[in-house]
């Protein structure tokens, strides 16, 4: 393992923040030191001390968060193995069409080389403007299993 890692995270209705924690605690029971960051609430203002990055956020009205992109703009996350996850209610029925219309863009437009990257179940509109919570723990923990995999493999 290269150093720490950082699952730095933006979330608005909750099921980003539950995916975070939910690959975080599957990160360290494979041996990974993981400190956690709500980039809503703390800046983070030197990557150096960390050899891996993974970074979650979440689609509003067909839009990654902003707090997100921003991060994912960092030059600092060059030559830092990078994954990226993020929730979304269009992943509930379709997770590689969100993938694909969230992840890839950002992937290519930024020029990043993540490890792994994809797209989980988040929440939906239901009735009367509530959200109706279709994460799924376990999709996050089996992606979380691979990435510690991937993390733990020589550079």
């Given at each position: 393992?290269?150093?720490?890692?950082?699952?730095?995270?933006?979330?608005?209705?909750?099921?980003?923040?539950?995916?975070?924690?939910?690959?975080?605690?599957?990160?360290?029971?494979?041996?990974?030191?993981?400190?956690?960051?709500d980039l809503k609430r703390h800046k983070i203002r030197d990557l150096?001390?960390?050899?891996?990055?993974?970074?979650?956020?979440?689609?509003?009205?067909?839009?990654?968060?902003?707090?997100?992109?921003?991060?994912?703009?960092?030059?600092?996350?060059?030559?830092?193995?990078?994954?990226?996850?993020?929730?979304?209610?269009?992943?509930?029925?379709?997770?590689?069409?969100?993938?694909?219309?969230?992840?890839?863009?950002?992937?290519?437009?930024?020029?990043?080389?993540?490890?792994?990257?994809?797209?989980?179940?988040?929440?939906?509109?239901?009735?009367?403007?509530?959200?109706?919570?279709?994460?799924?723990?376990?999709?996050?923990?089996?992606?979380?299993?691979?990435?510690?995999?991937?993390?733990?493999?020589?550079?």
């Open positions: 393992m290269d150093g720490k890692t950082l699952l730095a995270y933006v979330s608005a209705g909750g099921a980003t923040e539950s995916y975070a924690q939910i690959v975080a605690d599957t990160l360290r029971s494979r041996g990974h030191v993981v400190d956690v960051v150096s001390s960390y050899g891996s990055v993974v970074v979650g956020t979440g689609v509003r009205i067909g839009m990654v968060y902003r707090k997100g992109k921003q991060f994912l703009r960092r030059k600092e996350l060059e030559g830092k193995r990078l994954a990226i996850f993020l929730s979304s209610g269009m992943a509930v029925e379709n997770a590689e069409k969100s993938r694909a219309k969230f992840l890839v863009p950002l992937v290519e437009k930024y020029g990043l080389d993540p490890v792994v990257y994809d797209a989980f179940p988040g929440k939906m509109p239901g009735f009367g403007g509530k959200l109706k919570d279709m994460t799924d723990p376990e999709i996050a923990r089996v992606w979380a299993g691979e990435l510690a995999s991937k993390l733990s493999e020589p550079a």
